[in-house]
């Protein structure tokens, strides 16, 4: 704008699965525009449409630093299929294509991808050229030690990060319902807790290869138990070997806290993707309370800290930490793809310099 060109917009919005849907959170943009314009200074021009003749007739009216917002773009079954006839559609539209969302660029869309090959250039924009210097910086130049925290609910969704982080961090943190499965494949008990137990052979496998590497996999050494899934439920505390009976775990114990504090402490990159218990009941937030506040200790000590994935970052955000740790990431699983070594296609697309 500030140069003079005439930038038009585009993005998704929910997942309407390719139909017109008026309002609602799988609904047009139109909500979108009044703040735009506050934010911008200056007025949008907004169509119903993100292709077809209006939106080109729309597009060739603009004038030097004017805006122009298309609809949802998933109002079009294509978009999601990467159609080339939309992905067309879309290049009629401008010369050069900005991809700034990262969120999606595990994805190869319409919208993310297909629309670079009718583009005269295609760059990152500046959240894209951030999230990428710090999670590509992350794997490839980590500062050493290089440490991540993988927490969440179940083994299955982070076997590939693990298995990933595993060629590069030299310690690796667990938590969440994850744990479980682990000691389950450690022979240990668990009582009602979450496990997975198609996974115990694969959690085998992780801690084994982890010794073989000479990484430091850590689980929590003592476990919050409830004998329900309430925040007011009954609770206690216990050694992860005393677990029995109706008891389930739902946070990492003190003791744990203390370890996965001191050892956050000593590194110097760390990634952090998953919470360490159900940190939504304040009854079980202390873990993943305690490893966001040393996470922002680490960062002002002078570590690089990445947080990741959907439940990290809100929990990050819920306890005031997320202005206080290096770069938190918009994309949960274009984010988890980067770390595991993969190529994202709305990064593959844009113009090689």
Known sequence: MDKGANVILCSHFGRPKGEVIETGKNGRLTPVVKPLEALLGTSIIKVDDCVGPD?????????????????????????TKN???????????????????????????????????????????????????????????????????????????????????????????????MIFTFYKAKGLGIGAS?????????????????????????????????????????????????????????????????????????????????????????NFADGTFAVAKAMAEATANGATTIVGGGDAVAAVNQFGFGDKVSHISTGGGASLELLEGKELPGVAALTEV
């Open 83 to 177: 159609d080339p006839e939309l992905s067309a559609g879309l290049g009629k539209l401008a010369n050069y294509f900005v991809m700034d969302a990262f969120g999606t660029a595990h994805r190869a869309h319409s919208s993310t991808a297909g629309v670079t090959e009718h583009m005269e250039y295609s760059a990152a924009g500046y959240l894209m050229e951030k999230e990428l210097k710090y999670l590509i910086g992350a794997v490839e130049e980590p500062k050493r030690p290089m440490m991540a925290i993988v927490g969440g609910a179940k083994v299955s969704t982070k076997i590939p990060v693990i298995e990933s982080l595993l060629e590069k961090c030299d310690v690796i943190l667990l938590g969440g319902g």
């Open 194 to 282: 979450l496990v997975e137990e198609d996974m115990t052979e694969l959690a085998k496998q992780l801690m084994e290869k982890a010794e073989a590497k000479g990484v430091k996999l850590l689980l929590p050494e003592d476990v919050v138990l409830a004998d329900k899934f309430d925040n007011d439920a009954n609770t206690a505390v216990a050694p992860v070997e005393e677990i029995h009976g109706e008891w389930m775990g739902l946070d990492i114990g003190p003791k744990t806290i203390e370890t996965f504090t001191n050892e956050i402490s000593k590194a110097k990159t760390i990634i952090f993707n998953g919470p360490m218990g159900v940190f939504e009941m304040s």
């Open 55 to 79: 939106v080109e007739a729309a597009a060739a009216k603009l004038t030097k630093g004017e805006v122009l917002l298309l609809d949802n773009t998933r109002f079009h079954k294509g978009e």
